[in-house]
């Protein structure tokens, strides 16, 4: 997560130097936390597909 934490910063602070763009703190952290969030579901994701592989199958139909 610390990698998406480093993205959202540094579009943040890109923005800076961009006519008519601003980088607000309020944004960083809402990017962040989008980043997190999705990192969280594809974890979730991934944990609930291996689960489905290992107990045999045809939980999901």
Known sequence: MKKSNMIA???ELAQIYIDRRSGHLSD????????CLGIMIALLGQR????????GGNDWV
């Open 28 to 35: 960083f952290f809402i990017d962040a936390a989008g980043g």
């Open 48 to 55: 609930l597909n291996n689960k489905r592989i290992k107990g």
């Open 9 to 11: 910063a540094g579009t």
